[in-house]
């Protein structure tokens, strides 16, 4: 089940307005009211915070969220401690604790992560520079992880 990460639902919003492309909010829509789409509580609040009207639509639309457990905490910590992190010294180039949170409630959940965060072909030294898709490759952490447009594709819909 695809679970959306701030990035990726943020992308859609402003790239594909829901007046200009009704057919694609349309069939959101429905995979949401079908519970097969979700977000994290952590990615939704970072939705509100930069675009309350899709947090409202989606809200409205009755997203299931996925609330932050133990489990989930303790899944962000082995992957902070995987990537050097030490205390809350996150490097600017890389994820912050939000993401870890995402990525750990994907998880937890067993679903695929939607993330438009840039792939990095060449990963840095440092893993403190770790973007979500390579935080989500690693050995310990094992979540796929897939942008807004690969969701498209695969969905095999048309929205013309």
């Known amino acids: 089940m695809p679970a959306f990460d701030a990035s990726s639902i943020l992308h859609a919003w402003i790239n594909y307005p829901?007046?200009?492309f009704p057919k694609l909010w349309d069939w959101i829509s429905?995979?949401?009211a079908a519970g097969r789409f979700v977000i994290s509580r952590v990615a939704l609040d970072e939705v509100g915070h930069r675009s309350p009207d899709c947090a409202k639509?989606?809200?409205d639309h009755f997203i299931q969220e996925i609330p932050p457990t133990n489990t989930t905490i303790a899944y962000a910590l082995v992957m902070?401690?995987?990537l050097g992190i030490v205390n809350d010294q996150y490097h600017p180039n890389g994820v912050d604790e939000n993401d870890l949170l995402i990525i750990a409630s994907a998880q937890a959940s067993g679903c695929e992560l939607i993330s438009n965060e840039a792939?990095?072909?060449?990963?840095?030294t440092v893993m403190a520079r770790y973007?979500?898709?390579a935080v989500?490759?690693?050995r310990a952490v094992n979540v796929p992880c897939i942008d807004f447009l690969e969701l498209l594709t695969r969905s095999g819909r048309s929205f013309g």
């Open 119 to 124: 792939r990095q072909p060449l990963l840095p």
């Open 57 to 59: 639509w989606l809200k």
């Open 80 to 82: 902070k401690s995987a």
């Open 131 to 133: 973007k979500i898709p």
């Open 18 to 20: 829901s007046g200009q």
């Open 136 to 138: 989500c490759e690693l």
């Open 30 to 32: 429905e995979e949401i």
